[in-house]
């Protein structure tokens, strides 16, 4: 299967990052190099270097950047310093991450990513270590509805996760289209209306089998250190639990004094780490929605380094 994916806020990303010709740059989330080629595109004496712990978005990436400034690597980017410190770069002049499930991941079902295909329940990115069928198979209905509470927001989480651990007791839950038909036997018909049945806990098992909060978490502070003065912070993100870290991440790094406002002088001596360029995210424009309905949720947010 071909490595097809379009990448979300193209446009309005790489102006976000404002690209210098001989700047150093990291995508961390290269997927299948679309907005890797538009960055390394726009270098001369530059390079992108260019993140996927997806060994099948390596492998795609490289063959798409040969010819381009840049350095493809397979890496989580939550290791982006490491991997900057061991060539030898100290600082760099912008960052993007694009935290969204390529439609390549999606669109292969061998990936277990989709309640839409039948498909071993997998959803590893980087193919290794616990898997979804792990979760679901060997986690207590306790652990299983902290999952889909805490990640998928889903309100019928003790229900599903009642329906799980009675249906594994018959027979090992192995496929994406067992776990939904699970799920949908578990939630209410009148909550069916508001999309499939089965997307947030999808969601849920996915950010759990990645560890993806936690990844972000760890990267959003490596990032902003990574960056030079005047260097840019772009992330994408595509649920609410991701943009909520970001944007609070964000107002943490444009905050300056945080003493008591009844203290008449300032006594911490902390000044804004940085300013957002834009006050709101950044979502996709209507002709984009019209042509790729998986950016509905996608929004970009910005920060500069002082």
Known sequence: MEFNHISVLLKESIEALDIKPDGIYIDGTAGGAGHSSEIAKRLTTGRLYALDQDPDAVKVATERLKNLPATV??????????????????????????????????????????????APLDMRMSKSGISASDLVNDFTKNELCDIFRRFGEEKFASRIADKIVSARQNKKIETTLELAEIISSAVPAAARRDGHPARKVFQALRIAVNGELDVLNDTLDKAF??????GVLAIITFHSLEDRMVKQRFKEYITGCTCPPDFPVCVCGKTPKGKLPHRKPIEPSMDELNANPRSRSAKLRVIIKN
């Not at 030898?88 to 292969?108: A, F, P, T």
């Open 73 to 118: 690597i397979q890496s989580n980017f939550s290791q982006m310093d490491t991997v900057m410190h061991g060539l030898g770069i100290e600082k760099v002049d912008g960052i993007l991450l694009d935290l969204g499930v390529s439609s390549y991941q999606l669109d292969n079902a061998q990936r277990g990513f989709s309640y839409h295909k039948d």
């Open 225 to 230: 250190d990574l960056l030079k003065k005047g």
